[in-house]
């Protein structure tokens, strides 16, 4: 590959270039504004750009295309070149999903109203997207007819793109298509039942299975081929034998979800475009099926959450964040909001004076910018689209520009040692026991698994579907009411991972996949910190015997006073087993005994504490290298605090933007403003 | 009603949520504020009779929830203390959206759309697939009363516009104009809006406002009429006079905006006839 991924940026001929880009959208423009509009965005301190590639522009009729013949402000090639001269890259997203709150998304409608091409819900009936201005059918992913539309549209636009490639061109990175999660509508038994992923259904049971003896020792059931099995379509589980079958759809899903962006990956390569990263964006930053950020990037080279926060978001983009942070190879938010669309919730200057800091703090390396430059269907970008500055917001991005390359922030290292694993099993096990099925037809962190999962046991102690997920809200709140600086991961991530943490903390119940409990195993025997619980493991996924975890815990001593606490030596490590479901957390509910336990055993396992604040409201995270310290002060409450903030020995705080400076014997005191991220140099 | 093309455009970031907040009731001192949070609602998921989830707004999920059957609502809101509860039959939801998703059509504009699902769930409530206590039957809503009534009240290819003016010059917003919001709206030959706007996009036709609203209003219509087209109907006022006719109860509204028409406390220009009609009947209507 001519450009290296790197978890700090890409090295384009060894130089670490930070994707710090904005958008603009040449076709919503006049083409005599691009040249002036890339210079004002150039002038903010950027230097990427970011657009889509809308198909639907391009398309005037099947297979008759415009790049500018028509229109000018279609000639992409022209664009490109502007760019070029101007000394900027850019990432290109050419869909064929690009939603850029255009009229159908990019698609064109041909295509849409085509019923070979559109994605079937689970009594065979097309899947509409309830968006404004027009609601349409979702398109298939797994349809044979759709990719063949996708063809002639990058048969078209890829000649161009691929002229315009690094090294030659400005073009340094490729999107697959957009906002994948099966088209913002998650539930399980929702849609895809075209039967082109029906079949897909079944290459994927046999692709895991490898044969069908295997299939129905998991299933207790007696198939003689893969394509008798039927697709799911609700939950009617009643015993934990039942589980593999409905496990096994969900993880369809995830693998539907990767298998189009390889498909449309492969397409790119096939028509030369090589040798640049090809990325993806999510819709919600979750980690939840259909989401599998290790098994897409095991395909692609990065890909990271959309986001658009309101201040008051303020746990909701710290938790997104960590997700990226813990989990991708180069932790990006690829929309991230500079203004809104209308029906989005409001968002202005003061949002984004607070959240785009915050999301640096956590752990973000790249950023895109969406919208630098306005459009129809927008506002609240920090140029409008005949090139006036608006107030506030244009000096916003500048400074804040000049503060990411002064400090080298991408460059720095979060210090956190403590990793938050999301379980896949249970998420799978979640998304599949949903009783309110085909809805929600939205992202499952907006609706937990106690608003939809049915409550059945399923032979075992509790409802895990349920109780999961209070235990992992349980840690994430806990964590945070302790001032633990961590980030989020899965059980799909590899040993590897795991091990740049000092301490992983993880809900298990009574089955886990056996796979997992191998590496787990192996994490706290090679010296880690794990820390899980209500239960150790009796079944793997496929619910046959499996103690892996239980086997590898040796010499229990009890460790916390008031909760059900036991560690075992495991190996060179420790395996600390919380025997409890943890009491219920959330934005408003914090038990204290939590805050206690998960502090205490932090300090068990050596986690270090200096430069946090005891403030609940202040959160902090110090990032690093060689040659630089900062640190990272946010006051996520709307109200003025005092943060005190403890340092080491004749440590002071310089603030990179005002130049004020910190002292004190131990502890700096450091006014923070409602809604207000402080980046502060550490200096000795 | 809505173009599938619709432009909205040059929208500045303090204008769009000032508008929010004007349509929110926001800007208005005298509105009670918000009540705590009330007596409380449940959400039911039931399958022959059985709970399979219940979810009480403050208590959030009850567990093992002893429900006493559809038919018995009333006698639950009084034993669990709500004052709303939601019912859905575990097949309701499934049912709802294959009746949607049958008869949505790509022809239809979205207003058309939103109708197909609304009448969809009016037929799941008739069918007692989702219930609500206490009951609320759902009108029967038409798009061609809606089309028939937005025909005569609005001409095709013609504007509204509502401006309302910053008199106390704390708007900061792109185009330096002292107004603290706007909304431009334009129908198209099938009367569907295709333009959503604000006085923002007059910016670049050179126009610039001086601080008196009542003489700065003309010179806005001039540059909309050139920018857009025709104005049908343009309403220009201050903040003052938006929360002079929000504080007047209905129905005597329609006649609060005559007299504070007449009074110069706001402005409608142009005033068509039909509309200045409706608003004098509308106006006898509201009298004791």
């Known amino acids: 590959m001519g450009i290296q991924v790197t978890s700090k940026g890409l090295l384009l001929d060894g130089n670490l270039t930070p994707l710090i880009s904005g958008t603009l959208h040449y076709w919503r423009l006049d083409v005599e504004n691009w040249g002036p509009l ?7 301190g950027f230097d990427v750009v970011e657009t889509y590639i809308p198909w639907s522009v391009h398309e005037l009729d099947k297979g008759n295309f415009d790049f500018g013949d028509h229109r000018k402000n279609r000639d992409l090639d022209r664009f490109l070149k502007l760019v070029k001269e101007r000394g900027l890259w850019v990432s290109v997203r050419p869909g064929p999903h690009i939603n850029a709150e255009i009229t159908y998304f990019g698609y064109p409608r041909r295509v849409l109203a085509d019923p070979a091409c559109q994605s079937r819900s689970v009594d065979g009936d097309p899947v509409w997207l309830p968006v404004p201005p027009k609601m349409f059918p979702a398109p298939s992913y797994a349809a044979e007819a759709f990719y063949k539309e996708v063809a002639g549209w990058y048969d078209a636009v890829c000649p161009i793109i691929r002229e315009n490639l690094y090294p030659k061109g400005p073009v340094i990175t490729i999107q697959t298509d957009n906002e994948f999660s099966n088209m913002f509508r998650t539930s399980a038994y929702d849609h895809d039942y075209h039967p082109d992923a029906i079949k897909l259904y079944h290459e994927f049971l046999e692709e895991k299975y490898k044969s069908i003896d295997a299939l129905n020792k998991a299933y207790r059931s007696r198939y003689s ?34 298998n189009a962006l390889r498909r449309l990956k492969r397409m790119f390569e096939e028509r030369g475009i090589v040798g640049i990263p090809v990325t993806h964006n999510y819709p919600c930053g979750y980690d939840m099926p259909p989401n599998n950020y290790t098994l897409i990037e095991s395909e692609l080279d990065f890909h990271g959450p959309d986001m658009y926060p309101q201040r008051r978001q303020y746990l909701e983009l710290k938790s997104l964040v960590q997700f990226a942070a813990g989990l991708s190879r180069y932790p990006c938010i690829p929309e991230f909001s500079s203004g809104g669309f209308l029906w989005s919730l409001p968002l202005g200057l003061e949002d984004q004076r607070f959240t785009t800091p915050a999301t640096f703090m956590h752990g973000i390396k790249g950023i895109n910018f969406y919208m630098i430059v306005d459009r129809e269907r927008w506002y609240g970008a ?15 991005y500048s400074q804040f520009n000049r503060i990411l390359k002064s400090y080298r922030i991408p460059e720095l290292e979060k210090q956190t040692e403590v990793l938050l694993l999301s379980n896949r099993d249970y998420e799978r096990l979640q998304i599949a026991s949903t009783i309110l099925d085909p809805l929600p037809p939205i992202m499952p962190d907006m609706l937990p698994p106690e608003a939809h999962c049915s409550e059945e046991c399923l032979g075992f102690a509790q409802p895990i579907q349920m109780d999961a997920w209070i235990m992992d809200q349980a840690f994430f709140f806990g964590l945070n009411a302790a001032k633990i600086t961590f980030n989020r991961g899965n059980t799909s991530q590899p040993l590897s991972a795991l091990k740049k943490y000092k301490v992983i903390l993880v809900s298990t119940f009574e089955f886990l996949a056996r796979e997992v409990q191998e590496k787990l195993k192996a994490y706290a025997e090679s010296g880690g910190f794990l820390v ?4 150790l493991p009796d079944f793997d996924e496929n619910m046959q015997a499996c103690t892996i975890l239980k086997d590898a815990c040796k010499e229990p001593r009890l460790i916390a006073g008031k909760m059900p606490v036991v560690g075992h030596h495991c190996g060179s490590g420790t395996v600390v087993w919380i025997q409890t479901v943890l009491p219920q957390a959330d934005k ?40 630089t310290r900062i640190l990272f002060i946010a006051n996520t409450m709307d109200d003025d605090r005092s943060a005190e903030i403890k340092l080491g020995a004749r440590e002071t705080l310089l603030d990179v933007q005002s130049g004020e400076e910190f002292s004190g014997d131990g502890t700096a005191s450091v006014p923070v403003p409602g809604f207000t991220v402080r980046i502060m140099e550490v200096r000795t | 009603m809505i173009s599938e093309d619709i432009q909205i455009i040059d929208l500045d970031a303090t204008h769009w949520n000032n508008l929010l907040k004007l349509f929110g009731g926001e800007f208005y001192e005298h509105r009670p504020q918000k009540k705590g949070a009330g007596r409380a609602s449940l959400r039911i998921i039931h399958q022959e009779g059985k709970a399979l989830k219940a979810i009480h707004s403050q208590k959030g999920l009850l567990r093992d929830f002893d429900f006493p059957g559809p038919d018995s609502l009333e006698e639950l809101a009084r034993r669990e203390d709500v004052k709303r509860i939601l019912l859905v039959e575990r097949s309701a939801p499934r049912r709802l959206m294959h009746q949607v998703q049958s008869r949505l059509s790509l022809d239809d504009n979205m207003v058309v759309q939103g109708l197909t699902i609304y009448e969809c769930v009016r037929d799941q409530f008739e069918n007692k697939g989702f219930m609500v206590w206490p009951e609320r039957p759902l009108r029967d809503v ?3 009363a809606i089309q028939a009534i937005l025909k005569m009240a609005i001409p095709a290819e013609e504007l509204v516009m509502l401006v309302i003016f910053d008199t106390e010059g704390n708007t900061e917003d792109l185009s330096g104009f002292p107004i603290l919001t706007s909304l431009v709206l334009r129908f198209d030959s099938k009367h569907e809006i295709d333009l959503f706007t604000t006085t923002d996009g007059l910016v670049p036709n050179g ?7 009542r003489k700065d209003y003309k010179k806005i219509l001039e540059s909309a009429r050139k920018t857009w087209g025709k104005v049908f109907l343009g ?10 006719l929000d504080k007047t109860p209905m129905p005597g509204q329609a006649k609060a905006l005559l007299e504070m028409e007449k009074g110069e406390k706001l402005i409608i220009d142009p005033f068509p006839m039909r509309l200045k009609m409706m608003l004098k009947m509308g106006g006898l209507a509201g009298k004791k």
Not at chain 1, 589 to 611: C, E, K, N
Not at chain 2, 207 to 213: A, F, S
């Open chain 1, 38 to 44: 890339l210079d004002l965005v150039k002038g903010m």
């Open chain 1, 225 to 258: 081929k893969f394509d008798e099995v039927l697709p799911a379509r609700e939950f009617a589980a009643r015993d934990r034998d039942d589980l593999p079958y409905y496990l096994d759809w969900v993880e369809y899903r995830e693998y539907y979800m990767f």
């Open chain 1, 382 to 396: 920090p140029v409008s689209r005949d090139g006036r500055r608006r107030p506030g917001y244009y000096e916003f």
């Open chain 1, 532 to 535: 899980l619980g209500p239960h």
């Open chain 1, 588 to 627: 408003k509910t914090r038990p204290g005994q939590t805050t206690i336990l998960l502090r205490s055993l932090a300090d068990q396992a050596g986690v270090s504490f200096t430069y946090t604040c005891e403030d609940p409201a202040i959160d902090t995270v110090l990032h690093q290298d060689s040659q």
């Open chain 2, 142 to 144: 038409k798009y061609s």
């Open chain 2, 207 to 213: 126009l610039t406002l001086g601080k008196d609203w």
């Open chain 2, 235 to 244: 309403i220009f006022t201050d903040l003052a006079g938006m929360a002079e």
